[in-house]
């Protein structure tokens, strides 16, 4: 759970524009491309009991790049599962419904075997030595793939003050150092100037939170009559936009 100390916060654990709906009409995601790269957004949702978030991602890639990474991903996943140690060996069989072309290619790419598609679908035997170094070079471009994606996450917390008090707390990742003082600045929602506390953690996550109770009422204001909320942030060039649907569900929750 985060928890705000008066305004300072504990180091938190860590449109060319055409929305790419989710199935449900229930969707708690959105996924647009900004700019040349992916951005999703996830309103606010219960987190734990008493914490609600609502977060934007900001990948360095398109949505086509992150949609291909995701395939891979998905590829050595099922390769790594399909990967199986025997008594002296492994044995690498990829099932007839979990088999395509990009299963084939990761398996040539990563282990320079040239497999056919029969060979993979019947079994293919590798001796320990090999089985294991293949497995290690799966996790390792695993973990690469993974990296390529990494979004700059920027999240909205509704949570409580150490005293109880209900308040609102902005983070996202920031170059800063953790020894520095909490500072004030001038934070820009919806192009109206609210007066934040800014702060640091040993993770260089920055995290502002409102001054006062005015700039409190201020932001509840903003993410309570609109549906997307967009923040100026101290460091950051561009804008970021927060979808604040459930919001005042949220924050009635919260203060029962």
């Known amino acids: 759970m985060m928890k705000l100390f008066a305004f300072t916060l504990i180091p938190f654990l860590a449109f060319q524009t055409q929305l790419a709906f989710a199935n449900s009409l229930h969707q708690s995601t959105l996924v647009e491309e900004q700019n040349g790269k992916r951005v999703s957004y996830s309103h606010f949702q219960s987190h734990e009991p008493s914490e609600y978030r609502a977060t934007t991602l900001y990948s360095q890639i398109s949505k086509k790049k992150y949609d291909e990474f995701q395939q891979t991903l998905d590829s050595l996943s099922i390769i790594e599962q399909s990967l199986v140690p025997s008594e002296d060996d492994y044995v690498l069989k990829i099932d007839q419904d979990k088999y395509n072309e990009r299963l084939q290619w990761a398996i040539r790419f990563i282990s320079g075997l040239k497999v056919t598609e029969t060979q993979i679908k019947e079994g293919i035997t590798l001796s320990q030595k090999k089985g294991t170094l293949y497995r290690q070079r799966l996790e390792q471009y695993s973990e690469a793939t993974a990296a390529k994606m990494r979004p700059d996450r920027y999240t909205v917390f509704l949570t409580h003050t150490t005293t109880g008090t ?28 609210v007066k934040m506390k800014v702060s640091c953690d040993s993770e260089h996550l920055m995290t502002t939170v409102p001054e006062s109770p005015k700039a409190l009422q201020q932001l509840k204001e903003s993410f309570s009559r609109e549906t997307w909320v967009t923040m100026k942030f101290p ?22």
């Open 166 to 193: 209900p308040s609102i707390a902005i983070q996202w990742p920031g170059y800063c150092r953790p020894d520095t003082m909490p500072e004030r600045s001038d934070v820009l929602v919806n192009n109206v100037t």
């Open 235 to 256: 460091q950051k060039k561009d804008e970021v936009k927060f979808w604040t649907v459930n919001f005042q569900e949220s924050w009635d929750a919260l203060t029962r």
